[in-house]
């Protein structure tokens, strides 16, 4: 759930654990802290964040680790305690030896990933659901933005045999058209999914469909890629303007499809 | 000996236990899900006739028939549950059969029941038969796969998967199913595409149990187990890696040597320098003259640049050569060309594969009992097909390949700025390096949009082909600076996209297998050294450390000579307890 990597999260707090049981001293918490939050954000995500982010959460989170432990006098003597124990007893000093070949060979190894990361082509980010116009022309007939809904959702409830038929046609347009990117079973991952960037919607999703109006799903389907703006990169998408091949009511009828196959309810007018 | 024993188990079974239709609940509940995932391809009736059907290739099994492809049984044989099950859990890769993960255990076992139902079979005990053995892989030794290419030759797998496996066999073209449809012969080299998998064991039961319905026999009965596990062996041996390791990015490496295109074996030494990318192709689906079926899924790229030229080779697997007809980028595609090759709207080689079919199917059992296949088709499967009253299908249209960039770079501040991928826009146009390998020559384009494609004769492209044993080789030269279009500068990432046309499937204009925006990189002529900056970190990482640990020091000596000076002791205000 949440994406989260489970077990990784679970050793975490695991260790956190143990440290609060033995009273580690401070050091210790802020280096577990820094550690911790580190390896949450390489290996805690279902799915990777890009390095990029958790670069800057890494080193805000520095700082505010340094100025918790420079925040008194008494508590910086308190934090450095233990590094200085380390460089003045000699009991300590092979420790003392060992951690002074440690930290250069680590920073070396750093260095060398860095540099032996295979080229990647750069990445853009792009708007998933950049903002509709306000209004738009489907077919010579306008359709503002704002108030328009699935003309045969009401059917559902008026007419359910009606609801039928025009459910039937959405699920033949589909499978006439749509399922090699959105997939069988509308996961966005369709025979030609692989070979498409940006990936094609993901209908299963709870995080799609249900958020938006219907009206935003007819602006996508009549006008596909070429109709988003440039923050929606249209030059990279396979999204076709349906409004090429259907009619207003087929196209209609497959947005009514996608939802009630998903069991979702388009966001209603005005709910934000 | 085997087949004594096969034979005596086959007697033995016909036990009426093997018949498990379900209940009359378990069959019910499975009409929903069927209803609801698999009607829509499978039609509603079962007979492989949904909505999808003429838009897919292969098309959908039809279960009226109890013909299946992939099983453990013997030829011929019904497949059993576990069977079924492993195809609706893992799918048919590169084909519009999808996994199903998402369908419990009992979900799917319920579609089984009732996906039997559509078919009297299931309910015939003689129809049901052991599952064979699959035994544990030999070593792939060198031994091994020799002996396996013997039995590949003597076998003549090569008349149809062609003679290193790429599928270009001299009868590749001609295969259709028992049902007159056409089918692809498997490529060898591209293990991710195989239908039925690609374990060794997969392999093994393929030859052993055949693909029923196809012209893939079952060598159950004229080879030994042990020489289907030489073959086996052979066959993975021909494999081009169990994934594709589909890429996103061209590293042009640079060299001092000028780049000749007519000095083959130069240029080939130029080329196996730089690395080797392969990109996924799907089907144009987006403009008028759309693409459901492309031929092609992947082709591989490399590049190579050096003081003032730049060359690409590309690389892609095609059945058959089609150099004899005609193409553009901008060919018309009529909207009933779209379902093409299936269904009753048409096309002309729909009477073709018909009327083969129908005549010649039965013939097969012959020339693949026959060792000659080579022999057979040795002079050209044009030629002999070519006496067919239809002509060769494709014969129409020649097979041809696209590089696309853009016509010019993004401006500043808007790295993400591209053409639109389909051929440009009004605003942003792309310049198309096509070859039709009927002629072997590049011609530029410039594409402003599907609508808008002219010829463009600003940059000088050079191109040469060459077709090998199911492969097209084609390789591009332009000077790096251009006036017109694109240069390619040191260190700069240029948008390409690529664009393959397959004849034979009557890919022409629109109708092509495309790929998305991905990237050329030229890497810098003189790479910069590495160690200095390993070093670097090292010793910077190291001078503070050894800062710290004396600044520490100087001041616990101070601290002592002060506290010494008045008396105290160190332990006062050293170490406490943590």
Redesign the interface.
């Known amino acids: 759930m949440l994406g989260l990597n489970l077990p990784v999260v679970i050793v975490l707090a695991a260790v956190g654990g143990v440290l609060a049981w033995r009273r580690a ?1 401070t050091l210790t918490w802020l280096l577990y802290t820094w550690v911790a939050l580190w390896a949450f954000f390489k290996y805690g995500f279902a799915v990777p964040i890009p390095q990029s982010v958790a670069t800057i959460y890494l080193g805000i989170t520095g700082l505010a680790l340094v100025c918790f432990a420079s925040s008194s006098r008494e508590r910086l003597s308190e934090t450095a ?5 380390l ?3 000699p009991r300590y000093r092979l420790a ?1 030896a060992g ?2 070949v440690a ?6 190894y ?3 990933a860095d ?1 032996n990361v295979p ?4 990445g ?3 708007e998933v659901h950049p903002p509709p116009p306000t209004e738009m022309t489907v077919h010579d007939e306008t359709v503002d933005m704002a108030t328009a809904e699935n003309p045969y959702l009401h059917y559902n409830h008026d007419d359910p045999e009606l609801y039928g038929e025009h459910l039937e046609n959405g ?2 347009i ?4 749509c ?3 959105h ?3 509308m ?1 966005g ?4 999914a ?4 940006p990936v094609p919607s993901n209908f299963n999703d709870v995080g799609t469909l249900p958020i938006l109006q219907s009206s935003f799903v007819h602006w996508r389907i009549a006008k ?3 109709g988003l703006p ?1 923050a929606g ?4 998408s ?3 303007a349906w409004e ?2 259907l009619t207003t009511e087929e196209m209609w009828d497959v947005n009514l499809f996608i939802y009630d ?1 998903n069991g979702y309810e388009p966001r209603a007018l005005g709910q934000h | 000996m085997a087949t004594l024993a096969a034979a005596v188990l086959l007697v033995a079974l016909p036990a009426g236990g093997q018949v498990d239709l379900g209940t009359e609940e378990q069959r019910a509940a499975g009409k929903i899900v069927y209803d609801k995932y698999c009607g829509q391809c499978h039609g509603d009736t079962g007979d492989g006739n949904g909505y999808a059907t003429p838009r897919v290739k292969p098309k959908p099994r039809d279960f009226t028939t109890g013909t299946y492809k992939f099983r453990t049984t013997p030829n011929g044989m019904l497949p059993t549950d576990d069977d079924l099950r492993r195809v609706i859990e893992i799918g048919a890769p590169y084909t519009s059969m999808p996994g199903w993960p998402n369908l419990t255990s009992a979900e799917i076992q319920n579609v089984i029941y009732y996906i039997k139902s559509f078919s009297p079979d299931f309910e015939n005990p003689d129809r049901y038969g052991e599952p064979i053995e699959i035994p544990r892989p030999l070593e792939s030794t060198e031994e091994s796969i020799a002996r396996g290419r013997v039995v590949y030759e003597e076998q003549g797998c090569a008349a149809c998967h062609g003679e290193v496996g790429r599928g270009d066999g001299p009868s590749a073209p001609t295969l259709v199913n028992d049902k007159g449809d056409p089918i692809k012969v498997a490529d060898l080299t591209q293990r991710w595409t195989y239908r039925g998998g690609a374990t060794k064991e997969d392999i093994y039961r393929t030859f052993s149990t055949g693909l029923n319905g196809t012209p893939m026999p079952s060598y159950a009965d004229s080879l030994e187990i042990e020489d289907r596990q030489h073959l086996v062996n052979y066959v993975y041996s021909l494999g081009d890696g169990d994934d594709p390791n589909y890429g996103t990015l061209i590293t042009a490496v640079y060299s001092e040597e000028p780049i000749d295109l007519q000095d083959g074996e130069t240029l080939d030494a130029l080329f196996e320098t730089a690395p080797m990318t392969r990109f996924p192709l799907v089907g144009q689906i987006s403009e008028p003259g759309r693409n459901f079926f492309p031929s092609v899924t992947s082709i591989e790229a490399q590049a190579v640049y050096n003081r003032d030229e730049i060359a690409f080779r590309v690389r892609w697997h095609d059945l058959r050569a089609d150099t004899s007809g005609r193409n553009n980028p901008s060919l018309e595609v009529p909207m009933w060309d779209e379902d093409n090759g299936i269904g009753d709207d048409g096309g002309d080689s729909d009477d073709f594969f018909g009327e083969f079919g129908g005549e010649e199917a039965p013939a097969e059992d012959d020339f693949f009992g026959d060792s000659g296949g080579d022999d057979f088709f040795g002079d050209g499967g044009d030629d002999f097909f070519g006496a067919a009253d239809a002509g060769p299908p494709g014969a129409e249209f020649s097979d041809a390949v696209a590089l696309q960039f853009p016509a010019s770079l993004a401006p500043e501040g808007t790295p993400e700025l591209k053409p639109y991928f389909l051929y440009g826009d009004s605003q942003n146009p792309v310049d198309l390096w096509f070859v039709n390998l009927t002629y072997g020559v590049a011609d530029t384009f410039r594409g402003r949009g599907s609508e808008s494609i002219e010829p463009t004769e600003a940059d000088i492209v050079e191109a040469v082909t060459s077709y090998d044993q199911g492969q097209w080789t084609v390789t591009y030269k332009r000077r790096r600076s251009s006036r017109a279009g694109v240069s390619f500068a040191e260190q700069q990432y240029t948008p390409v996209a690529f664009s393959v046309w397959d004849g034979f499937n009557r890919e022409r204009g629109n109708k092509r297998a495309l790929s998305s925006w991905f990237y050329v990189y030229t890497e810098p002529s003189v790479q910069p050294a590495t160690t200095f900056p390993i070093v670097r970190a090292a010793v910077i990482v190291l001078v503070l450390e050894l800062l710290v640990v004396f600044l520490v020091r100087r001041r616990a000596r101070r601290q002592a000579a002060g506290e010494e000076a008045a008396g105290g002791t160190l332990a006062a205000t050293e170490a406490p307890a943590v």
Do not use: S
């Open positions: 001293n305690q233990p590094i200085v124990r460089i003045l007893e003392l951690l002074l930290l250069p060979a680590l920073a070396a750093n260095v060398y540099l080229l990647e082509a750069p853009f980010g792009r699920r033949r589909y499978y006439e058209n399922f090699w990117c997939g069988d079973g996961g991952d369709g025979m030609f692989h070979g498409l960037n596909g890629a070429p440039g990169t249209p030059w990279d396979m999204m076709p090429k091949f196959f």
